[in-house]
């Protein structure tokens, strides 16, 4: 049996970090609304980004670690931008004096859109 963790995009903008063992139902019951408070209130939602595990351990492993996460950083994992990915990894004083890699978002909010 597989686990997963995913990202789902609302429609507000906003990132929500979850893990199920039936992707396909749990996506379902997000966008039909009910299920979760932070989705119910933001739909219609889509899914961002989906990985499997062998274990629900590792699939609430990741999603603990992922929620935590920058929306750059996210969105990198998203688009599987292993470059940006790292990039964002580093706290910012470490970062290099360079601009981030083409196209990401800087925002260190979490969830929310840029600017709110």
């Known amino acids: 049996m597989a686990f997963w963790c995913y990202i789902l995009r609302c429609s507000d903008g906003k990132y929500y970090t979850g893990h199920t063992d039936d992707l396909d139902r749990r996506i379902a019951e997000h966008q039909h609304g009910g299920y979760c408070d932070f989705t119910s ?13 062998p274990s629900r351990y590792e699939a609430l492993h990741a ?7 920058s929306r750059a950083k996210k969105e990198a994992l ?17 970062r290099s004096t360079g601009t981030p ?3 990401v ?6 969830n929310g859109v840029d600017g709110q």
């Open 63 to 69: 999603e603990l670690k992922v929620k935590k996460w």
């Open 41 to 53: 209130k933001r739909l219609p939602v889509m899914l961002l980004w989906a990985q499997d595990f």
């Open 101 to 103: 890699p083409e196209g």
């Open 78 to 94: 998203a688009r599987s931008d292993w470059q940006a990915l790292s990039h964002f990894a580093k706290p910012p004083s470490e």
């Open 105 to 110: 978002s800087t925002s260190l909010d979490t």
